[in-house]
C-alpha cells in the first residue's frame, strides 16, 4: 500500500500543472494516468502547434467564460497569461504571439510544451504512474482511499481530480472523473459537446471538403432567435462545416437547436460590401467580360470549387455568359452572396467535440482553493469543471491556472 500527501488523477495539462506545483511544496506527489503517456490533448492544441494562452486581459478573460467567468477569477489571478509564459521560457522555450492574441511556442511544435511539463514533474519529484486507471475514490476519516484499475491500492492525504472531460475519447478523456465525483456526493451539469464541427443536410458539403472560405461572417437563425458570427474562417467538410467561426459557436448553436426543428445558417461571403457595391461591382465584372461564361466570370469573386455549388443553387446554367445575365439575374446572386444557405441538423458527436461543456458544478467548489465544498480534502482542476470557452488559448489556460490553484492550496493544506 502507497501513500502520497497528494495523488492526482489524470496526466493532462490540468493535472501535470498541479502535481508540479505541490512537489514544489516538497510534498510525496503520485500522478496518476490511465494512458501510457501524458498530455496526449496538448499534442493536438492549436492544430498540433499548441495554443497554451491568450495576451487579452484579465477582464476579457473571465468574459470568455460566460457566467463561470467570475468562478475562476481567483484562479487567474494567481497564475495568469504571463506566469504561464514565464513559466515556460524558464526553461528556455520561448513563447510568440500571433493574431488575435494566441500565444504558440516558437518551435511551433506542441511536443516542446509537453517536455517543458515533463522536466519540470522530475524536478518537483512527482512520482508519474501510467497505465494507472483509478476506478474508485473513497474519502476515510483522515485520508483517501484509491482503487486503481490493475488492483492497486493507494492512499492519499489529498486527491486533485485532472481527469478531463469526455471529448477526443481517444486520448484518455472517458468521463472517469464525473462517475468518481458523483460517487462522492458531487453534482454533474449535463455533458454537451463544444468546439464541435457541425452536420448540414446538405448533401453537396462532400463536393467541397477541405475548402476554406476566408474573411466571411454568417448568420445562424431558428424560428425565434439568431446568432451573428465575426469575421473570419469557415471550412467545409464531409459531413458539413468547421473551422474557428463555426467551432466558436458551436455550443451557442447546439443550444438554440434543442427547441427548433430546423435552423438555416446563412454565410455572408462579401461582409466587406454592401448589396449596391457588390451590384456595381458584378455590373463591372460583366462590362469587361460579358462574353465569357458566367463560371469564368465568378473566378475572381469565388473559389473556384464553390462556383459549380453557387450557380447550381441559383439554378444557373454554367454556359451562361455575363452579357446574358438579367437585372432579376444579378440581384438573385447578390442575394446569394450575401446570404448562402446551409440547413444545419446538428454536430458531431462528444468524442469528437475538442471540449466538454458541462462537468462539475463550480456551486460546489470553492474558487479560492479549487477544493470540493462537498469532500473536504478533494481538489478539482481543469475540463472536469463545468466552466469553458471557446477556442483561442482560453481553455488551456483554465487548466494550468486552476490545475495550479489546486495543486499549491491541497500541498499547503497537508
Not at 267 to 278: A, E, N, S, V, W
Request: aromatic share 8%; hydrophobic share 45%; charged share 25%.
Amino acid at each position: 500500500m502507497f501513500f502520497y500527501d497528494v495523488a492526482v488523477v489524470g496526466a493532462g495539462p490540468a493535472g501535470m500543472m498541479a502535481a508540479i506545483c505541490a512537489g514544489q511544496q516538497k510534498k510525496s506527489v503520485g500522478l496518476f494516468e490511465k494512458g501510457n503517456a501524458p498530455g496526449r490533448k496538448i499534442l493536438l492544441s492549436g492544430k498540433g502547434r499548441c495554443n497554451v494562452t491568450n495576451i487579452v486581459s484579465l477582464h476579457v478573460f473571465l468574459t470568455k467564460f460566460g457566467k463561470q467567468g467570475e468562478f475562476l477569477r481567483t484562479a487567474f489571478k494567481k497564475f495568469f497569461n504571463q506566469d504561464l509564459i514565464d513559466f515556460f521560457e524558464a526553461k528556455g522555450l520561448a513563447l510568440k504571439i500571433e493574431r488575435q492574441g494566441r500565444v504558440f511556442p516558437v518551435t511551433d511544435k506542441a511536443v516542446s510544451i509537453l517536455e517543458v511539463l515533463k522536466r519540470y514533474l522530475v524536478e518537483s519529484n512527482v512520482k508519474v504512474l501510467y497505465n494507472r486507471r483509478v476506478v474508485t475514490i473513497e474519502k476515510k476519516d483522515r485520508y483517501f482511499k484509491l482503487c486503481v484499475e490493475n488492483g492497486e491500492q493507494i492512499e492519499a492525504g489529498k486527491v486533485i481530480l485532472a481527469c478531463g472531460g469526455e471529448s477526443f475519447r481517444f486520448t484518455g478523456s472517458s468521463g472517469d472523473g464525473f462517475a468518481i465525483a458523483k460517487s462522492l456526493g458531487h453534482t454533474i451539469v449535463p455533458l454537451s459537446p463544444g468546439l464541435v464541427p457541425l452536420k448540414t443536410r446538405e448533401a453537396w458539403v462532400k463536393e467541397l471538403k477541405g475548402l476554406t472560405l476566408k474573411n466571411i461572417c454568417f448568420t445562424f437563425k431558428t424560428e425565434n432567435k439568431k446568432i451573428v458570427s465575426d469575421i473570419g474562417e469557415l471550412l467545409f467538410t464531409h459531413f458539413g462545416i468547421s473551422g474557428p467561426l463555426v467551432l466558436d459557436l458551436s455550443s451557442a448553436i447546439l443550444a438554440l437547436l434543442e427547441n427548433d426543428k430546423k435552423a438555416l445558417l446563412y454565410i455572408d461571403l462579401k461582409p466587406g460590401l454592401t448589396d449596391i457595391q457588390l451590384d456595381e461591382r458584378l455590373l463591372r465584372e460583366f462590362r469587361l467580360s460579358g462574353s465569357k461564361n458566367i463560371s469564368n466570370v465568378l473566378k475572381d469573386m469565388l473559389p473556384l470549387r464553390l462556383i459549380p455549388v453557387f450557380l447550381n443553387l441559383l439554378n444557373f446554367d454554367t454556359r451562361k455568359k455575363g452579357n446574358q445575365i438579367s437585372r432579376q439575374e444579378r440581384h438573385l446572386m447578390i442575394h446569394l452572396l450575401k446570404a448562402f444557405p446551409l440547413e444545419i441538423i446538428g454536430a458531431l458527436p462528444m468524442e469528437e467535440a475538442m471540449v466538454t461543456c458541462g462537468g462539475i458544478s463550480t456551486k460546489e467548489i470553492n474558487p479560492q482553493t479549487m477544493e470540493s465544498r462537498i469532500v473536504a480534502g478533494l481538489y478539482f482542476a481543469g475540463e472536469i469543471i463545468d466552466a469553458s470557452a471557446s477556442s483561442g488559448g482560453y481553455n488551456l489556460q483554465q487548466a494550468f491556472s486552476t490545475g495550479y490553484l489546486a495543486g499549491e492550496a491541497a500541498a499547503i493544506s497537508v
